[in-house]
């Protein structure tokens, strides 16, 4: 396994605005339903307590609330938690949203040890190696009820692509704010070499005072090719048993970058 490690961080006031475009793409409602069969193929406990890891603007959990879970959403990013508990309480569901940064192992015992065990932990779309969600799962082991499931997805190659030479993709995106009254640009560029693609987004929206503003943000995906029966995150196979994989055909492509499908990958504790 690549030992690699890296976080994510958003621009101060960008948020508001990449909810957007994940509102117009990411298909939350397709997505967790598929999400949801997944964990209801694979778990063996009876309860539908979910811990979601990297939580948001909310949408994921508002989504699996609908479909019946109790979710508690773990974020280290206030302003994502803000947006988050506002939709919430428009959508009026079962929604706990905690500042945490679960990469964090004191912080995670912390929330947790106030919330108790859970029967699902998910980490869904955050851009973060594939060694740091090995180091997530871990943190988390404790916390997921025997029977209970750890699930979350990784991307593979749609082409075939030569790691050793760099490959380019790039789009403009336009997307209009859930009450249609504001928009916002996007314009992508993304760069493919040795597994790894990184993704820089320029944005052009208007700010509060109507001016124009541009801010850049820059996320780092690990692909890892799917291998069934591999486990890409070498769990300790005596708390954690391997799951088959679910590659995501639900969803149309525009959830995923250029050249890369969706998976999901599930671990059930033992
Ligand atoms: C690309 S967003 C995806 C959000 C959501 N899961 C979704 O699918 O819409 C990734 C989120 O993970 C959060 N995140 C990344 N690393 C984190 C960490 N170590 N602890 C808590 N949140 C984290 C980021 O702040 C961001 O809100």
Redesign the pocket.
Known sequence: MKKQSW????PNGL?KYIDFF?KKY?Q?EVLDVVIDNYIKKHIHTTGKRIC??????G??EVELAKLGYEVIG????EE?VNIANQYIEECNVNVRIIK?????KEDVDRVMSEIGPVDIVAL?????SISDYAR?ANNLADWIKPGGVFVTDNFGYTVDVDPKRLMFASNVEVANSPDGDDYAVRMNYYEYKDNIVNWTAIYLYHDDDGKLNMKKDH?VLDVYPEQEGVDPLELNHNIFELLPNHKVTECDESLCPPYLYEYLIGWRKK
């Open positions: 976080q994510v961080g958003y948020i994940r990411f939350y979601s890891l990297g939580s948001g603007t949408r994921h773990l974020e280290r990013n994502s945490c940064d679960f990469m964090i869904l779309l955050v851009p973060i997530a996320d």
